[in-house]
């Protein structure tokens, strides 16, 4: 049974650039989150999604970053116009439930010049 | 914010030696869990404590749950250099909310 996947591992992007980054669950988990480690903040969560849902955005920035899971294929995690600061591991997680159990993909490290 | 502090924040000790890292929060959790990352990979899940007092082994490793809950704390008897890495804690409920982590090097 596959693991979360997430690809690409390694993403470069200049300034003002968009950032697709794409995370495809464990087989049978319907429930995706998203988080982010910066390098002095720790791993902190961003967003909580369920097929074609948005359940919990409360730690999204306001701007530039969306989310979602499609009905089908992978859930995208989208930075628009990206700024040295957005440079972080992003790390996609998914559950078959609501419930504590999380299985964390390998992460994309996003590096922005 | 429910704040999570880890402590101590880094560690390096030698192959052997036995260590205990913390978890301490303000708030009361409904349960923790406990994550190992190595380096250029993701969280993995180590263990899940639920009922205050409770005390779970995973071979070399004693996780305690204090009996408040509101703080926990991971033994590590006789480390190995494999021991290495970011152990993080964190609150669980729909989404995680992790502790600002302790990242143990293990030296031969």
């Known amino acids: 049974n596959a693991g979360v996947m997430q690809n690409p591992r390694h993403l470069v992007r200049r300034r003002g650039q968009e950032a697709r980054l794409r995370c495809s669950p464990m087989?049978?988990?319907?429930?995706v989150y998203w988080y982010r480690q910066l390098p002095e903040e720790g791993l902190k969560f961003m967003v909580y999604?369920?097929?074609?849902?948005?359940?919990?955005e409360s730690g999204m920035p306001k701007e530039r970053f969306s989310a979602e899971f499609p009905k089908e294929g992978p859930s995208i995690l989208r930075i628009q116009q990206v700024v040295r600061g957005d440079s972080a591991a992003y790390f996609c997680?998914?559950?078959?439930?609501?419930?504590?159990?999380?299985?964390f993909g390998p992460g994309t490290r996003l590096t922005v010049t | 914010t429910q704040l999570l502090e880890q402590s101590p924040q880094f560690l390096s000790i030698q192959e052997g030696e036995n260590l205990t890292v913390y978890c301490n929060s303000s708030?009361?959790?409904?349960?923790l869990q406990w994550y190992r990352q190595e380096p250029g990979e993701g969280p993995v899940l180590l263990v899940t404590v639920v009922t205050g007092g409770e005390v779970k082994k995973l071979k070399r490793l004693t996780f305690q749950f204090g009996d408040a809950r509101k703080d926990s704390s991971l033994h590590i008897t006789a480390a190995q250099p494999g021991d290495t890495g970011l152990y993080l804690c964190?609150?669980?409920?729909?989404?995680?909310?992790f502790g600002t982590g302790t990242r143990l090097q293990v030296t031969l």
């Open positions: 999604l369920q097929k074609e849902n948005i359940i919990d």
């Open positions: 964190a609150r669980t409920a729909s989404k995680l909310t």
């Open positions: 997680a998914s559950s078959p439930t609501q419930i504590y159990e999380q299985y």
């Open positions: 708030s009361v959790f409904s349960s």
């Open positions: 087989k049978g988990h319907s429930h």
